[in-house]
């Protein structure tokens, strides 16, 4: 089997290896398109990085997430005890830290787990996770830790969202302690849109972007697996920069399949999938009108991104639905991706 590398992404890499060389200060979101490849720009980071950090990344996308209880547990991965750990019975901190691995979840054992749990209180979490990072920092690491898909806690609650509670112990980690880094990433950008508005993260985090692919970084790609300039052309127009894309037609290609032909079955599916919004519409299931989100489509009919003065429902609405990607950084709205803004066309044009 022929497996695609990791290609690229020199820019944000560097900059986050200059994040890592500094002091923790500020919490950083890592955000972006869906598929642009965030999740795979971290992993590829914690492959890089020496063994003097010790990443705790915790990937929330495959976790049922229904109660507070399902929270702590996904943040923290039981050691298996062995016949010797046993004999011992209570560990410390120092012992656990040392059987972690270069990545791995928040490392528990049986000795803390009462007390983690104790309260249902989301303290009893953090301040064992803080303890564990002091011992990680004593043994002369850094530790670091990374949260993928954190929008998927949004419906937790204790005592009110747990996000704030969360968001506290970030900034405790980051600019009060300076103990640990702190990565946060998220497919969800409605997830950033609140995020960026919040006023207790002001001034207490920065925005990270992965964006597609840029056309140069493409054609480097394309060239690599031996694509024709006919071929190129046609992942471009299709596909933009959308890791993802590349990586299916890329595959398609190792099949000897057309690429043209594997491009456009793509977009046929993308154009149906957002004309069943208007379905949607006429079954009564979405409250909006079918004009006024072809109204919201029209501004794509000739521009790839729009600046946005105020946002609306039907905007974000579409943005829920991950046809449309917003940047409250920058206040634009563009598609999900170059295929996204193809199909919408064809919804514009047909309708
Ligand atoms: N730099 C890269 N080089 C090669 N392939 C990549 C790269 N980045 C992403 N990919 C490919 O694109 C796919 C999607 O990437 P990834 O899952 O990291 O995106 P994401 O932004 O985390 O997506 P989501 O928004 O769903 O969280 C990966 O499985 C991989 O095949
Ligand atoms: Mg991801």
Redesign the pocket.
């Known amino acids: 089997m022929r497996r695609?590398?990791?290609?690229?992404?020199e820019k944000e890499l560097k900059e986050i290896k200059n994040l890592l060389d500094a002091e923790p200060s500020l919490i950083t979101f890592i955000y972006?398109p869906?598929?642009?490849?965030?999740?795979?720009?971290i992993n590829h980071l914690i492959e890089q990085l020496p063994d003097d950090y010790l990443v705790f990344y915790i990937n929330l996308r495959t976790k049922l997430l229904a109660s507070y209880d399902d929270f702590i547990e996904s943040l923290f991965e039981m050691e298996l005890e062995t016949e010797e750990r046993n004999r011992k019975r209570k560990e410390t901190l120092k012992e656990l830290i040392s059987s972690v691995t270069k990545v791995a979840g928040i490392p528990i054992n049986r000795a803390f787990l009462d007390y983690v749990f104790k309260d249902k209180k989301p303290k009893n979490a953090f301040s064992y996770i803080i303890k564990l990072f002091e011992a990680v920092r004593d043994s002369g690491k850094q530790p670091v830790l990374v949260l993928d898909?954190l929008q998927k806690i949004g419906d937790v609650k204790v005592n009110g969202p747990l996000i704030y509670e969360l968001f506290n112990f970030f900034i405790d980690l980051t600019k009060e302690l300076h103990l640990a880094h702190v990565f946060v990433i998220t497919?969800d950008s409605l997830f950033i849109e609140r995020v960026y508005s919040e006023a207790m993260l002001e001034g207490r985090c920065r925005y990270l972007l992965?964006d597609d692919f840029d056309y140069e970084t493409t054609m480097v790609f394309l060239d690599k697996y031996e694509f024709s300039e006919k071929e190129k052309e046609a992942v471009w127009e299709y596909c933009g920069g959308k890791?993802?894309c590349m990586?299916e037609l890329t595959n398609a290609k190792m099949c000897a399949k057309e690429i043209e032909g594997e491009a456009k079955r793509l977009l046929k599916i993308r154009t149906s999938q957002i004309q069943s919004l208007f379905d949607e519409i006429a079954l009564g299931k979405v409250e909006y009108s079918e004009r006024a989100i072809t109204d919201e489509f029209k501004y794509f009919e000739k521009d790839e991104i729009v600046r946005y003065d105020r946002i609306n429902k039907e905007k974000l609405f579409l943005v829920g639905r991950n046809v449309l990607f917003i940047d409250p950084t920058q206040r634009i709205l563009k598609p999900q991706s170059r295929l996204n803004l193809l199909a919408i066309r064809a919804v514009v044009r047909n309708g």
């Open positions: 695609i590398g990791f290609h690229n992404r972006g869906i598929n642009s490849g965030k999740t795979a720009l898909e497919s992965v890791p993802v990586v």
